[in-house]
């Protein structure tokens, strides 16, 4: 019984709440006028779960239960970090730009994609000279900072700081790849990094702590497999039925 429940029963929970976080959150986003103290609170609750859940079952690397451990690869799980700093020491924006496989997606949806932004030189090689189509979900600048689930919010100016970054690349007349950038009428919680690495396949990379310091946000990272292919349905599914910036130096002309 206690084997079956390891091997079979935890996995599926481990899912059902993941999914159901993201469920709240792809709600969020269609819906932003929902937004009410129950739904933030159940969104945290769903998040809570699943992060202790997962970064619980992560012990299982040093435990005897080497079965449990096998499904959750099976099911997609790589890795799980508990910080900024300890991700970027494995996976870090160079290892993307170095190893993402040419004429493939970058999609990063990010509350003010900041971090991203201030590499944009590299972002603009990897478009020219690796073919790569790059997809940046961010939070319109232009909503009212009090809505944010995040107190005293200040990420409005970094998302337009962003936006001014993103604004230098330029992108070579005939080039395959190119760059979109989707506004959104909400505030995201977690970010998603999505893109195919040359050796280990398709990757996501799931970080949560939205305006928390570097080691405060813990890390999932998954490889092709079955959460892989929702969660990357799910923020896929942000951009359906929306038009990104057309040009964008003409829209922050009304921040400046």
């Given at each position: 019984m206690?084997?079956?429940?390891?091997?079979?029963?935890?996995?599926?929970?481990?899912?059902?709440?993941?999914?159901?976080?993201l469920a709240y959150l792809l709600l969020l986003i269609r819906s932003p006028d929902s937004i009410s103290d129950e739904f933030i609170s159940n969104l945290i609750a769903a998040s809570a779960i699943t992060l202790l859940l997962v970064v619980g079952f992560s012990f299982i690397k040093f435990t005897r239960h080497r079965s449990f451990l096998s499904s959750l690869l099976a099911l997609g799980f790589r890795d799980v970090f508990s910080s900024r700093d300890e991700l970027t020491a494995h996976i870090s924006l160079n290892h993307i730009f170095n190893n993402i496989r040419?004429?493939?997606?970058?999609?990063?949806?990010?509350?003010?994609?900041?971090?991203?932004?201030?590499?944009?030189?590299?972002?603009e090689k990897i478009i020219n000279e690796k073919n790569i189509k790059v997809t940046f979900v961010i939070a319109d600048p232009n909503l009212n900072m009090d809505n944010s689930p995040i107190k005293d919010d200040h990420g409005k100016d970094d998302i337009i700081g962003s936006l001014k970054r993103l604004n230098r690349i330029q992108v070579q007349s005939g080039s395959i790849g190119n760059l979109r950038i989707y506004l959104i009428p909400t505030f995201l919680l977690s970010s998603?990094?999505?893109?195919?690495?040359?050796?280990?396949?398709?990757?996501?990379?799931?970080?949560?702590g939205a305006d928390m310091s570097s080691d405060e946000r813990p890390t999932i990272i998954l490889n092709e497999g079955y959460f892989l292919k929702y969660i990357k349905k799910i923020y896929w599914k942000i951009t359906e039925k929306r038009d990104p910036i057309d040009n964008l130096s003409s829209y922050l002309k009304m921040f400046d």
């Open positions: 206690r084997k079956y429940l390891i091997e079979k029963i935890l996995p599926n929970i481990i899912a059902i709440c993941l999914v159901s976080s040419s004429n493939s997606d970058l999609f990063i949806a990010a509350r003010s994609a900041l971090t991203w932004s201030l590499d944009y030189q590299n972002l998603f990094v999505f893109y195919e690495d040359t050796k280990k396949g398709e990757t996501g990379v799931l970080e949560f």
